[in-house]
């Protein structure tokens, strides 16, 4: 589906088969010189004839088309080295390209399974994932975009904002002017966007997510072009929402950790979750995600002095510190 949201604007709806975000938003802006298409979709034939078949019907020629990629998310990125062209440029962020050089998923393996996630199971979903990224990175020129830079399209200037915590190099555009923002999915309208904690050496992505929303409260928005699902508008009530979502699953954490030590992987599986099945019931990416979901808010909590980690028998657990 390709919708006109603004003039020169346009939505286009790619498919993600088989994912319960059904699909990715990717944005074609038309400009004087150039065309920016914002975020892409994954490397697959249905996602790729969507954009191609927009571009055919907006008249688009991919050799004066630029990109610009959010953040290292496959289904935002993953595309890109596909449609773009050698003429192409792609904006993206520093801090997450050099998540690019480490694909061994080593780290992740020995964090996780640290704090109580099953190794095999783990080791089993890496085994099946994708590897396009890492193999493709260097197939496209990256032109690399710091905060406060501008992307001028001649009838607009697009200001990038770094916004970290759904990933480290997480970026949003913002059109003064007109007021619009390219949100990715640091903003998301029905969806809480996932902050996760899946390295030991990632900093603190919660209290990152929460000083982004706040940077992003600052601006006047009229319209939300998300990663997902459909615009919106009212931006500030939206942040108010996602603000709330985060305190009350640090009280649920709390309220399990009065009552037990546990480690990461015991608490995600009893604390509630947006899905209508059983923890046992998960399927293990799920489960990934929401123990790293789990760990984000304990690395915020416990740097707030609030919960205290222990080592026993090779695997960290928490306590809240009152007790």
């Known amino acids: 589906m390709v919708e006109e949201v603004l003039p020169g604007i346009f939505r286009i709806e790619v498919p993600l088969r088989h994912n319960p975000l059904e699909s990715v938003n990717a944005y074609l802006i038309k400009g004087r010189k150039r065309n920016l298409v914002v975020d892409t979709g994954l490397d697959r034939d249905e996602c790729a004839k969507v954009l191609q078949v927009a571009f055919r019907k907006l008249a688009v020629n991919p050799e004066n088309t630029d990109f610009f990629i959010t953040h290292l998310h496959v289904d935002h990125l993953e595309l890109v080295f596909k449609v773009a062209s050698p003429n192409s440029r792609v904006f993206f962020n520093s801090a997450d390209f050099s998540i690019f050089d480490d694909d061994s998923w080593e780290d992740e393996l020995s964090f996780a399974s640290a704090h109580g996630f099953p190794p095999k199971e783990l080791q089993k979903m890496f085994n099946g994932f994708s590897r396009t990224v890492f193999n493709a990175k260097d197939k496209v020129k990256f032109t690399f975009l710091r905060d406060g830079e501008v992307i001028d399209m001649g009838n607009r200037l697009f200001q990038c904002l770094e916004t970290p915590g759904h990933t480290p190099g997480s970026m949003c555009l913002y059109e ?49 072009l998300p990663g997902h ?88 657990k928490f306590i809240c510190a009152n007790t």
């Open 229 to 316: 699902r459909k615009v919106f508008g009212n931006l500030h009530r939206r942040i108010e929402e996602l603000i709330n979502h985060h305190r009350k699953r640090g009280e649920e954490i709390l309220t399990v950790l009065n009552e037990e030590d546990a480690d990461a992987f015991q608490l995600a599986s009893r604390i509630s979750w947006d899905l209508p099945l059983a923890w046992h019931e998960f399927p293990t990416l799920q489960k990934w995600f929401a123990t790293g979901e789990t760990l984000a808010h304990l690395k915020y909590l416990e740097n707030r002095k609030l919960v205290v980690r222990y080592e026993t028998a090779g695997k960290t």
């Open 176 to 224: 003064a002017g007109e007021r619009i923002l390219f949100s990715g999915d640091h903003i998301l309208e029905k969806i809480t966007p996932g902050i996760v904690l899946f390295r030991e050496k990632e900093m603190n992505p919660l209290q990152s997510y929460l000083e982004s929303l706040d940077k992003i409260a600052g601006l006047r928005v009229d319209l939300v």
